[in-house]
């Protein structure tokens, strides 16, 4: 696929954004870095011209923007989720992309779309909404005055991911992002039958991690069921020893 297929595969995710005019300047950062897949969570209304006057000549990315209740719903199909924030905590992921890497990353993946996931103006993402994310990516700036606003957040990642668009091979179709939350939930229930958890919180965070790696690893369908059989195997064979 040539770089702008490449490119037409990346969805910019924005987060119940407070502020049509900071929508405007996204469609701006991102058209000018040839990508135009916006998606926007949440029911709040936008001032129109207040988003056209940003955006200027890259209304066509607002006008043709999708709208979805939720974040889960937003990355739905997805076969890599990422969240922009530079918040690190128990409850956020324990490593994080920087724009280059994500980059590389991105350009070593089979075919299918790319959700790259930006907070509101105030206070980025919720942890909730990080957890929905297999990665995050992180934006080095100054200690100083580590904040970014958000357009100028999403034209540095775009900037990045243009800059790295690359001719990259066609072939294996990764699976989706609620297919592999699906199969998270059946590799931590087959763990629980064992009984494998016996600390707090340990088959939430279990299953949080079996989901990122199996997205940041792009497996296929074939591989996904393969890998899911391991888990009932040991179930089974569990069970068998209790019984005898």
């Known amino acids: 696929m040539e770089a702008q297929g490449y490119l037409e595969r990346i969805r910019i995710v924005l987060v119940d954004t407070q502020d049509g005019a900071n ?3 996204v469609c701006r950062a991102m058209k000018t870095m040839g990508i135009t897949d916006l998606a926007i969570t949440g029911s709040r209304e936008y001032d129109e011209d207040r988003v056209r006057t940003l955006a200027l000549h890259a209304s066509d990315v607002w006008e043709n923007a999708k709208r979805f209740p939720t974040l889960e719903e937003a990355l739905a199909g997805s076969i890599f989720t990422v969240g922009a924030t530079r918040r690190r905590g128990k409850f956020r992921k324990l490593s994080a992309y920087s ?3 994500l980059s590389e990353k991105i350009s070593a993946l089979p075919e299918g779309r790319i959700s790259i996931v930006f907070g509101r103006e105030s206070d980025g993402l919720r942890d909730d909404e990080v957890s929905l994310c297999s990665s995050i ?6 200690d100083s005055f ?3 606003n958000l357009s100028q957040a999403v034209q540095i990642i775009c900037y990045i991911l ?3 668009a690359l001719v ?4 294996m179709t990764a699976v989706t992002h609620e297919r592999i939350r699906e199969a998270a939930d059946g590799m931590t229930g ?5 009984g494998y958890f016996k600390m707090a919180d340990e088959e939430k965070w279990t299953n949080q991690l079996l989901a990122d790696i199996v997205e940041r690893a792009a497996l296929s369908g074939e591989e996904l069921r393969r890998f899911e059989k391991i888990f009932r195997k040991a179930e089974l064979i569990a069970m068998h020893k209790r019984e005898s």
């Not at 990259?168 to 072939?171: K, L, T, V």
């Not at 087959?190 to 064992?194: C, G, I, N, S």
């Open 99 to 101: 724009p280059e890497q």
């Open 146 to 148: 580590p904040s970014l």
């Open 168 to 171: 990259y091979r066609q072939g």
């Open 137 to 142: 990516v992180t934006i080095p700036t100054s």
């Open 162 to 164: 243009f800059r790295g």
């Open 23 to 25: 929508i405007g300047s």
């Open 190 to 194: 087959h763990l629980k039958a064992m």
